[in-house]
């Protein structure tokens, strides 16, 4: 695609609920990045793929957060038994490259709301 | 204390003002990033700099790596340049620090 396509863009889970969201970046990009921006906050830095290795998962607030990229493009962020702090914006990113010097591409997000 | 401080937090403008917004940084980076997040979330790259000043359209940005400080600059502002702005430090290969933001809003 055009851009790095986030979906879902809105999501609402009960307390306890397992969620999963989508990245797809751009094509052909090997860096990809999960952010996490509560409300009123910049985004803070979850993990981090170059290519289907996950280099770094330091930011992940949880054993309870997941995340994937099994062939390389498409990741999936995964947040178990959800917990009303997980809401938040998800952000994920993507680089050509495997530094961030360079142009950095941003999904829309995706907006999750535990009640 | 952050490491990555913006100022204003908040801003608001009338059309046509020229306005500037702040970071100031307490790490040693190797450049920086001005992003610009509307209302809905998508954030979108406005520049990366290492040194110096650079210009798009309407949009300067300017950074002094020895006083830890970068400005971004929006001459004759327009309602459609409403949006977050956020200040992001790249302090190893892969690792942004973000600043919360500062929030403009210009009036018409």
């Known amino acids: 695609g055009a851009g790095v396509s986030q979906s879902p863009r809105y999501k609402v889970a009960k307390r306890g609920q397992d969620v999963a969201l989508r990245c797809d970046p751009i094509?052909?990009?090997?860096?990809l990045f999960w952010y996490q921006q509560a409300l009123g906050q910049g985004p803070e830095f979850l993990t981090y793929f170059q290519n289907e290795a996950q280099l770094d998962k330091s930011g992940l607030p949880s054993d309870r957060f997941f995340a994937e990229r099994p062939e390389g493009s498409v990741s999936t962020l995964k947040i178990q038994r959800t917990q009303q702090e997980d809401s938040a914006v998800y952000l994920c990113?993507?680089?050509?490259?495997?530094?961030?010097?360079?142009?950095?591409?941003f999904g829309e997000g995706s907006r999750l709301t535990v009640l | 204390k952050n490491e990555v401080e913006q100022s204003p937090q908040n801003l608001t403008a009338q059309e046509g003002e020229f306005i500037t917004i702040n970071c100031s940084y307490s790490?040693?980076?190797?450049?920086l990033h001005w992003l610009q997040q509307h209302p809905g979330g998508g954030i979108v790259s406005l520049f990366m700099l290492s040194s110096g000043k650079k210009k798009h359209g309407r949009l300067i940005a300017t950074i002094n790596i020895q006083e830890k400080h970068s400005s971004l600059h929006i001459t004759a502002s327009h309602p459609r340049d409403s949006a977050v702005y956020i200040c992001a430090v790249i302090r190893s290969n892969y690792k942004l620090t973000f600043g919360k933001g500062t929030l403009l809003t210009v009036n018409p």
């Open positions: 094509s052909g990009h090997v860096s």
């Open positions: 990113a993507s680089s050509l490259n495997t530094q961030v010097v360079g142009e950095l591409f």
């Open positions: 790490v040693g980076i190797s450049a």
